[in-house]
């Protein structure tokens, strides 16, 4: 099988903005431990507030100095991005 033309184009444009929604986040937002390429948008965040407005973490203790769970900021239409993390 070949992959057709348009579904490369698409692969390839979702590459540049996977790495550019990247590149933002790292220059802008600790993101330590996040799954940036798997980030999704929800209507409301889970978690407790943190001490940025429109921050939340609901986060899990694995064991001594590990965690694992979910992070949202407030986005310009009050929906929420949600990474899950591990650290």
Avoid: H, S
Avoid at 2 to 12: A, C, D, N, Q, S
Avoid at 31 to 42: P, R
Wanted: some cysteine.
């Amino acid at each position: 099988m070949i992959i057709p033309r348009e579904i490369r184009e698409k692969i390839e444009q979702r590459n540049q903005l996977d790495e550019e929604i990247a590149d933002w986040f790292q220059e802008n937002v600790d993101v330590d431990g996040c799954d940036i390429k798997n980030a999704y948008v929800v209507d409301e965040p889970k978690g407790e507030e943190q001490i940025e407005e429109g921050e939340y973490c609901k986060q899990t203790i694995l064991g001594e100095d590990w965690y694992i769970g979910q992070y949202y900021w407030k986005m310009d239409n009050g929906k929420y991005l949600c990474m899950d993390f591990e650290i």
